[in-house]
């Protein structure tokens, strides 16, 4: 038994809350899918993928985190994603951070088993799972494939499969965070919400990732598959060269920008030429690592 639930005001609280942040995307009920990357980008939050191996411990297995600075009275939001993490869970990852965007929390780690017991992780799955698949949206998919009814009571386990696979594809929210919006609107009992949670449905010989791949296996294989990006969302590193080419900042530093996220920038198309001040920044930089070695 839960130490803390969320109340139907809460509830409520939460889909109005992400009703009107799908509204600035202007999508209405359509799947957010991949959207939610464009959406966290006109939010002004920097976008950090990393590939964090797991210690070994689901418990301490790093998903995501919030971060939010204040300098001289300007903030500056980050999201750092672990891309070692399939891509379905970094997308329910990204929504849940929004969460605490919104709540203007300063910082928050994001692990894969959230608490919960924690009414605020309770607040922020929540939201993750109606901005990615909204209630109304999820009980008219029900409806149109179960004549007009919400119980799913007398479907067959692989029905229910069939189901949940086409959801997963067309909205990209996880499997298990699928089965638990089905328990949670009452379309589904808890004896069958318990043999859907045991599913391994990462295997690719389990019923789940059989039917998955006969839907849309194009999308099913990326969803169950981890990325391992890295370095930073494109547009911020347009920003960078951007700098570059309006002298805002040196070739050196451009190079050392770059150089973090392991990108050259002749992949940019910049012309290869430097001024004298780039020789001499990158002269005592050389001269510098010399003296330390």
Same mark, same amino acid.
């Given at each position: 038994? *839960?130490?803390?639930?969320?109340?139907?005001?809460?509830?409520?609280?939460?889909?109005?809350?992400?009703?009107?942040?799908?509204?600035?995307?202007? !999508?209405?009920?359509?799947? %957010?899918?991949? =959207?939610?990357?464009? $959406?966290?980008?006109?939010? @002004?939050? *920097?976008? !950090?993928? %990393?590939?964090?191996?797991?210690?070994?411990?689901?418990?301490?297995?790093?998903?995501?985190?919030?971060?939010?600075?204040?300098?001289?009275?300007?903030?500056?939001? $980050?999201?750092?994603?672990?891309?070692?993490?399939?891509?379905?869970?970094?997308?329910?990852?990204?929504?849940?951070? /929004?969460?605490?965007?919104?709540?203007?929390?300063?910082?928050?780690?994001?692990?894969?088993?959230?608490?919960? =017991?924690? /009414?605020?992780? /309770?607040?922020?799955?929540?939201?993750?799972?109606?901005?990615?698949?909204?209630?109304?949206?999820?009980?008219?998919?029900?409806?149109?494939?179960?004549?007009?009814?919400? =119980?799913?009571?007398?479907?067959?386990?692989?029905?229910?499969?069939?189901?949940?696979?086409?959801?997963?594809?067309?909205?990209?929210?996880?499997?298990?965070?699928?089965?638990?919006?089905?328990?949670?609107?009452?379309?589904?009992?808890?004896?069958?919400?318990?043999?859907?949670?045991?599913?391994?449905?990462?295997?690719?010989?389990?019923?789940?990732?059989?039917? @998955?791949?006969?839907?849309?296996?194009?999308?099913?294989?990326?969803?169950?598959?981890?990325?391992?990006?890295? @370095?930073?969302? @494109? =547009?911020? /590193?347009?920003?960078?060269?951007?700098?570059?080419?309006?002298?805002?900042?040196?070739?050196?530093?451009?190079?050392?920008?770059?150089?973090? $996220?392991?990108?050259?920038?002749?992949?940019?198309?910049?012309?290869?030429?430097?001024?004298?001040?780039?020789?001499?920044?990158?002269?005592? %930089?050389?001269?510098?690592?010399?003296?330390?070695?």
């Amino acid at each position: 038994m *839960k130490d803390k639930e969320l109340t139907y005001n809460d509830i409520y609280v939460l889909a109005e809350m992400a009703k009107e942040k799908r509204r600035e995307l202007d !999508i209405g009920l359509s799947p %957010m899918g991949d =959207n939610i990357l464009k $959406f966290i980008r006109e939010k @002004g939050i *920097k976008l !950090i993928y %990393m590939a964090i191996e797991n210690n070994g411990d689901d418990d301490l297995f790093f998903s995501a985190v919030y971060v939010c600075l204040n300098e001289d009275g300007t903030k500056y939001k $980050f999201i750092g994603l672990n891309t070692n993490d399939y891509y379905d869970n970094q997308i329910f990852a990204l929504a849940h951070e /929004l969460y605490h965007y919104y709540e203007e929390t300063n910082i928050h780690l994001c692990r894969i088993s959230n608490d919960d =017991n924690s /009414l605020r992780e /309770l607040k922020a799955n929540r939201f993750s799972a109606e901005f990615l698949l909204p209630t109304e949206k999820l009980e008219k998919e029900i409806k149109n494939v179960n004549k007009g009814k919400i =119980n799913l009571g007398s479907w067959k386990h692989a029905t229910l499969l069939r189901l949940i696979a086409r959801l997963h594809c067309e909205y990209r929210l996880p499997y298990k965070a699928i089965v638990r919006r089905l328990l949670e609107i009452e379309a589904i009992a808890e004896p069958q919400y318990i043999d859907l949670y045991k599913e391994n449905t990462r295997s690719i010989d389990s019923d789940y990732y059989i039917i @998955g791949e006969s839907i849309n296996p194009e999308i099913f294989k990326v969803l169950n598959s981890k990325t391992k990006k890295i @370095g930073v969302d @494109g =547009n911020d /590193l347009e920003n960078i060269v951007a700098n570059y080419e309006e002298d805002i900042i040196s070739m050196k530093e451009l190079i050392d920008s770059l150089d973090m $996220f392991d990108k050259k920038f002749k992949e940019f198309g910049i012309e290869e030429y430097v001024d004298i001040s780039d020789l001499e920044d990158m002269s005592d %930089m050389f001269e510098d690592e010399a003296y330390e070695s």
